[in-house]
């Protein structure tokens, strides 16, 4: 993001009304690469390709906010990686990652790894610090300390099943688990903020948020986020989870969270009610069947629709209820652009 779109971040999540209803977008790996015209291995693999696409994107569409920002990452890889997880790269299709942890006895084995060393998190700092004198030439800085939140790690170091599964019938050895991710997420967040002086964000992705109740969020999930978002003193912290959305949302504001991205299954309204006047919300049209797979008409008219069911915009960035979807086209991102602006002037 350049200053002035960070700066105008920070009024809407002061409360502040901007002259135009800002609109912004989570983009990585699943989209980017194929509207560079490249592969995704491709995008992946080469720090000049990643770089361009990242660039060029910036440049299309200079109206919308970019979330993270020049996102240096390997698909769900990154941080499992770390672990010693398997990670599969496609030419032109996800990266998928391989559990590692086939019964719950072997999580007294798992040490904490450092992120200054292993797996992929390496390549990830070193990204941006050959990319940065070009990402700061065009305007931009590096605002966020990025990583997948400790439900999603364990999920994919154990299986999701069986992580869903030990929340109830092998707690203890789940908590040891969640407690050693945890702890390298705090070392990541911090070696990423020292890193780059530029960092003021946070940004934490955990779809398994959305998959466990009240009484296991505030077990399995409140501690561990808790120490996460303490991690580093930086003025935005954002959540995203587009699972459900409705038990999460309760606890925003007790972590910190002021921006949050959620599931369009739920409206602008339930959200705004759930998470409180103090978060900022982010959505929340369909990410796959309207942004992605829709018309610019379709992406109109459902913007419009999401709006009408908040009277007040203050606090709102007009976006997808989850990251950009592969293959969205141009014309749908300009149509969301130009819905923000329509609803500034209604």
């Known amino acids: 993001m350049t200053d002035p779109q960070w700066n105008d971040l920070l009024r809407v999540l002061r409360g502040e009304r901007l002259k135009t209803l800002p609109a912004g977008l989570i983009i990585d790996s699943p989209w980017l690469p194929g509207w ?26 200079p ?26 790269f496609f030419e032109d299709a996800f990266p998928s990652v391989d559990k590692c942890l086939y019964d719950y006895s072997e999580i007294c084995r798992v040490k904490k ?35 997948r939140g400790p439900l999603n790690i364990a999920s994919y170091l154990l299986g999701h099943t069986e992580f869903l599964l030990g929340i109830k019938i092998n707690p203890d050895e789940t908590h040891q688990l969640l407690r050693v991710v945890t702890d390298f997420l705090v070392d ?8 780059f002086d530029t960092i003021e964000g946070v940004l934490l992705l955990d779809d398994l948020l959305g998959f466990i109740g009240d009484a296991d969020f505030r077990e399995f999930a409140l501690p561990y986020l808790r120490d996460l978002y303490g991690a580093i003193n930086v003025p935005v912290k ?8 409705m038990i999460t949302a309760k606890y925003l504001e007790e972590l910190g969270v002021n921006l949050f991205n959620f599931a369009f299954e739920h409206s602008l309204s339930q ?12 959505g929340n ?24 069911t908040l009277g007040d915009h203050r606090r709102l960035i007009l976006s997808a209820g989850g990251g950009t979807p592969p293959a969205t086209p141009a014309e749908n991102i300009d149509a969301l652009a130009a819905a923000a602006r329509a609803a500034s002037t209604a």
């Open 238 to 245: 954002a959540l995203h989870n587009d699972a459900r959305g």
């Open 188 to 195: 990541w967040l911090e070696l990423q903020a020292r890193t």
């Open 36 to 61: 560079a015209g490249m592969t995704i291995l491709d995008y992946l693999a080469s720090d000049s390709r990643w770089l361009s696409a990242n660039l060029k994107v910036e440049e299309r569409f």
């Open 271 to 282: 959200m705004r009610q759930w998470a409180g006047e103090g978060v900022t919300l982010l």
């Open 285 to 308: 049209i369909p990410p796959r069947d309207v942004l992605g797979r829709g018309t610019p008409a379709d992406v109109h008219r459902s913007a419009a629709e999401s709006l009408a």
């Open 63 to 88: 109206d919308v906010w970019f979330l993270p920002g020049f996102w240096s990452e390997f698909g769900m890889c990154t941080e499992p990686s770390a672990f010693g997880a398997r990670c599969r």
């Open 113 to 147: 790894p450092d992120p200054r060393t292993d797996g992929l998190l390496p390549l990830v700092t070193k990204r941006l610090e050959h990319t940065r004198r070009d990402i700061e030439k065009a305007g931009h800085r590096i605002r966020f300390a990025v990583a």
